[in-house]
């Protein structure tokens, strides 16, 4: 079956460290891969994309960076978090028939 | 570019009251068009979607949303709501080319009170 892990689920992470959320796809092979964020009380936004291994396509300039090293594996990532990071990560992947599946998600809160 | 706008960031309604959530969108090329819920502390769960066809297009909990072109709308509606259908609403297009990024409005907030 097709599934979509992330973890932590939970994260509470001091002003200046650094990131590392993951994102695994299982059951598919070659997917579109998606990072999103959601502030508090705000909608979701795009941060990053991938086509394939290695490629990312990024939507808005940020503190943030992402990478792919595996087909299946998408990464998001910090050198140092600022309180403005703070919010709820999302990672999607497209099934065919434009099914978006969505991750269970990350809460990180920055203090 | 493409985006989406949400009219209306919260709709407070009584219950078995009709509803409609409005959205708009705003793109060069052609999109296809989604709804998502998100009930509180829980993930998003698509509610329906256009890819072509007929434009009425109908959930299974009774919502129903009709893409006009001419509008570039994608509203959602329904002609009863109950308690169970308070959560947050997202308007989404996704872009037909090779990237199929999806493109989030704001999300508007149903609130249904007895």
């Known amino acids: 079956s097709q599934t979509i892990h992330q973890w932590p689920a939970t994260l509470v992470q001091p002003v200046g460290s650094p990131l590392s959320l993951e994102c695994t796809v299982e059951?598919?092979?070659?997917?579109?891969l998606y990072w999103y964020r959601q502030a508090a009380g705000r909608g979701l936004q795009l941060l990053f994309y991938?086509?394939?291994?290695?490629?990312i396509s990024s939507e808005v300039p940020q503190n943030l960076s992402a990478s792919r090293p595996q087909d299946r594996q998408f990464i998001l990532s910090s050198k140092k978090l600022l309180l403005s990071d703070s919010g709820f990560y999302l990672c999607?992947?497209?099934?065919?028939?434009?099914?978006?599946?969505f991750g269970s998600g990350t809460r990180l809160t920055v203090v | 570019a493409q985006s989406v706008t949400q009219l209306d960031s919260q709709v407070p309604v009584f219950e078995e009251a009709p509803v409609e959530l409005r959205c708009n969108y705003s793109?060069?090329?052609?999109?296809?068009l989604f709804w998502y819920v998100q009930y509180p502390n829980q993930g998003l769960q698509l509610l329906l979607k256009?890819?072509?066809?007929?434009?009425l297009v109908e959930s299974i909990n009774g919502f129903e949303a009709e893409f006009n072109k001419s509008q570039t709308s994608f509203h959602l509606r329904k002609p009863s709501v109950h308690i169970s259908d308070t959560a947050e609403y997202f308007c989404?297009?996704?872009?037909?080319?090779?990237?199929?990024?999806?493109?989030f409005g704001s999300g508007t907030r149903l609130l249904v009170r007895p």
């Open positions: 991938s086509v394939g291994i290695g490629q």
């Open positions: 059951g598919t092979s070659n997917p579109n």
């Open positions: 793109s060069s090329v052609s999109v296809y």
């Open positions: 256009y890819l072509s066809g007929s434009t």
């Open positions: 989404a297009v996704s872009v037909k080319d090779s990237s199929y990024k999806l493109i």
């Open positions: 999607a992947w497209i099934q065919s028939n434009y099914g978006y599946t």
